[in-house]
């Protein structure tokens, strides 16, 4: 990649490549701290149009202050923030045509559900018939046809999201900021919702922000993720390739479960882990010498693990512990090698069997070396824990 080329990667995201898509928010270079801490470093990142892209990592990874100043309640120390063209940084909070739904909702207890939702209207001094007309639309749009004259107290946990969101939107906004709106409902209700927003946010025809550290979420609703850790981006890319071609050790764990192994590769669509030789798709990193021997991670989920009779051409291990989870079982295998593997598969295996393991080439994934490789010596270890990482720059 040329030097001018490269200025233009915003954080994984090519621009070239996204010719006739109407970019409605571009971040560049974005900094904030607080009290000298430093909790965004040149976060870097556009959204396109009508898109639903989620800020997805643990708490204190800066997502929500990346909300936090899109929406105008924080300001950056340094960066570019633009709007259709312009500074937003510029624009006061409430000139924005952006609103934000919080987890906690702040709807009024003492209006029906209806007065909260014409709340946006009323300050604006709609004439009564058109706050009747849009109020309602709202309410169909989000499924609560019908609840207008219900007081919050009377109304779900559920329901009180969907008037948050009927609130947001009766106010024709272009973007719609979400920071974890489902984290006080219940699992069976958080995954309703999820199937629920992203079918609002197609009809809507509204560019969706959303942020939440709950993987699953982020890889049902979103069209885009942007992982991120200490305040930096990891990586950016569709649900697919975030699971599929993970940027580093840290991604591959957070994205679902991962069995992390240290490799080495000397030629092209070849790695050695595990004390044996495996095919793989993927070619040496152009930083990479043949013949050479060049350290990597390797990733391969517990899914893509097949069982097998212990031969000399698998990798051999004894089977430690199985738990049923539902759809599958949960098998933990220590290998000859002192790696402890985790399977998931549709049959159950017993504790104390011999079994050798293999892998197509496809299901496994090179990484390059980065600060979150597990530990040397960390063999036992399924992902990626804090303490487990090495403290080299990426």
């Given at each position: 990649?040329?030097?001018?080329?490269?200025?233009?990667?915003?954080?994984?995201?090519?621009?070239?490549?996204?010719?006739?898509?109407?970019h409605?928010?571009?971040?560049?270079?974005?900094?904030?701290?607080?009290?000298?801490?430093?909790?965004?470093?040149?976060?870097?990142?556009?959204?396109?149009?009508?898109?639903?892209?989620?800020?997805?990592?643990?708490?204190g990874?800066?997502?929500?202050t990346?909300?936090?100043?899109?929406?105008?309640?924080?300001?950056?120390?340094?960066?570019?923030?633009?709007?259709?063209?312009?500074?937003?940084?510029?624009?006061?909070?409430?000139?924005?045509?952006?609103?934000?739904?919080?987890?906690?909702?702040?709807?009024?207890?003492?209006?029906?559900v209806?007065?909260?939702?014409?709340?946006?209207?009323?300050?604006?001094?709609?004439?009564?018939?058109?706050?009747?007309?849009?109020?309602?639309?709202?309410?169909?749009?989000?499924?609560?046809?019908?609840?207008?004259?219900?007081?919050?107290?009377?109304i779900?946990?559920?329901?009180?999201?969907?008037?948050?969101?009927?609130?947001?939107?009766?106010?024709?906004?272009?973007?719609?900021?979400?920071?974890?709106?489902?984290?006080?409902?219940?699992?069976?209700?958080?995954?309703?919702?999820?199937?629920?927003?992203k079918?609002?946010?197609?009809?809507?025809?509204?560019?969706f922000?959303?942020?939440?550290?709950?993987?699953?979420?982020?890889?049902?609703?979103?069209?885009?993720?942007?992982?991120?850790?200490?305040?930096?981006?990891?990586?950016?890319?569709t649900?697919?390739?975030?699971?599929?071609?993970?940027?580093?050790?840290?991604?591959?764990?957070?994205?679902?479960?991962?069995?992390?192994?240290?490799?080495?590769?000397?030629?092209?669509?070849?790695?050695?882990?595990?004390g044996?030789?495996?095919?793989?798709?993927?070619?040496?990193?152009?930083?990479?010498k043949?013949?050479?021997?060049?350290?990597?991670?390797?990733?391969?989920?517990?899914?893509?693990?097949?069982i097998?009779?212990?031969?000399?051409?698998?990798v051999?291990?004894?089977?430690?512990?199985?738990?049923?989870?539902?759809?599958?079982?949960?098998?933990?295998?220590?290998?000859?090698?002192?790696?402890?593997?985790?399977?998931?598969?549709?049959?159950?295996?017993?504790?104390?069997?011999?079994?050798?393991?293999?892998?197509?080439?496809?299901?496994?994934?090179?990484?390059?070396?980065?600060?979150?490789?597990?530990?040397?010596?960390?063999?036992?270890?399924?992902?990626?824990?804090?303490?487990?990482?090495?403290?080299?720059?990426?």
């Amino acid at each position: 990649m040329s030097d001018n080329e490269e200025k233009k990667v915003y954080a994984g995201q090519l621009l070239p490549d996204d010719k006739g898509m109407e970019h409605i928010i571009e971040l560049k270079d974005v900094n904030k701290s607080y009290d000298g801490n430093q909790v965004l470093h040149d976060i870097t990142f556009f959204i396109r149009n009508n898109e639903f892209i989620t800020l997805l990592g643990p708490s204190g990874c800066g997502k929500s202050t990346t909300l936090r100043i899109i929406a105008g309640f924080e300001t950056a120390d340094s960066g570019i923030v633009n709007f259709e063209g312009s500074d937003l940084l510029k624009v006061p909070a409430h000139k924005r045509h952006i609103n934000t739904v919080f987890q906690r909702y702040a709807l009024f207890p003492h209006l029906n559900v209806f007065d909260n939702v014409a709340f946006g209207l009323h300050l604006q001094k709609v004439p009564a018939k058109e706050v009747e007309e849009r109020v309602n639309k709202a309410l169909h749009t989000v499924g609560l046809d019908g609840f207008g004259n219900r007081y919050i107290d009377q109304i779900s946990g559920g329901q009180m999201q969907r008037v948050a969101i009927a609130r947001a939107i009766i106010l024709k906004p272009r973007v719609l900021l979400l920071d974890e709106p489902l984290g006080a409902l219940d699992l069976k209700m958080r995954k309703e919702m999820q199937i629920e927003l992203k079918q609002m946010q197609r009809e809507l025809g509204i560019t969706f922000v959303y942020v939440t550290h709950d993987q699953e979420e982020a890889l049902t609703m979103s069209d885009t993720i942007i992982v991120m850790k200490d305040g930096y981006i990891q990586q950016i890319g569709t649900p697919i390739d975030i699971y599929n071609e993970p940027k580093n050790a840290y991604v591959a764990d957070f994205i679902g479960e991962s069995n992390i192994i240290p490799g080495t590769m000397t030629k092209d669509h070849e790695v050695t882990f595990a004390g044996k030789k495996f095919e793989c798709v993927d070619p040496l990193f152009p930083e990479m010498k043949e013949g050479a021997v060049n350290d990597v991670d390797v990733v391969v989920r517990p899914e893509d693990i097949y069982i097998k009779e212990e031969d000399d051409a698998y990798v051999n291990g004894t089977v430690e512990s199985i738990v049923f989870k539902g759809v599958h079982y949960e098998i933990i295998v220590k290998g000859d090698t002192g790696i402890e593997w985790m399977i998931q598969d549709v049959d159950p295996v017993e504790v104390g069997k011999r079994v050798g393991l293999t892998v197509d080439p496809d299901d496994i994934q090179i990484m390059r070396k980065s600060r979150f490789s597990p530990a040397p010596g960390s063999y036992g270890v399924r992902g990626v824990k804090d303490d487990d990482i090495t403290e080299e720059k990426a």
